[in-house]
């Protein structure tokens, strides 16, 4: 959790400082100049502050050690992998976007193996901890 959220804060802020940048990591092509109508960089901007954000959600449940807000993003990361994946199918997105919905894909599986994992390893735990309270170890 800790090491994607960092990861999802500096790329965000690397979309921040140079939307540029962040089009040519992602495979996109980087408008040579902005033509009427063209909100490229303005969708580059709310994404890259929403990437901001969210890594700093995750570290900040990382060091609460938030087992709910790991399970929680489970199924989401795995409902983005199938949006920007029929995305790029349908011709909405690019082909470099697949890259951003494997990205996704591949966090929620392991996600979910570590929680499993962790889960038979210490028992199947409280009541508490199912319930998502975080309990002291």
């Known amino acids: 959790m800790a090491v ?11 979309g921040l400082v140079s939307p540029a940048a962040q089009l040519s990591m992602l495979g996109l092509a980087v408008p040579g100049g902005r033509g ?3 909100h490229t960089s303005a969708f580059v901007t709310a994404s890259s502050m929403a990437a901001l954000n969210m890594g700093v959600y995750y570290v900040l449940a990382a060091l609460a050690d938030w087992r709910a807000f790991f399970r929680w993003t489970v ?10 994946t029929v995305a790029v199918i349908g011709g909405r997105a690019p082909e470099a976007f ?14 979910g193996v570590a ?11 409280t009541a508490r901890d199912r319930a998502g309270t975080a309990v002291p170890r």
Do not use: H, K, M, Q
């Open 98 to 111: 697949i890259g951003v919905g494997v990205w996704e894909g591949l966090g929620a599986v392991a996600t």
């Open 36 to 38: 009427s109508g063209d």
């Open 4 to 14: 994607f959220g960092v990861l999802a804060a500096v790329l965000g802020a690397v």
């Open 115 to 125: 929680l499993r994992y962790e889960r038979r390893a210490t028992g199947a735990g």
């Open 75 to 84: 199924p989401f990361r795995l409902l983005t992998c199938a949006v920007f």
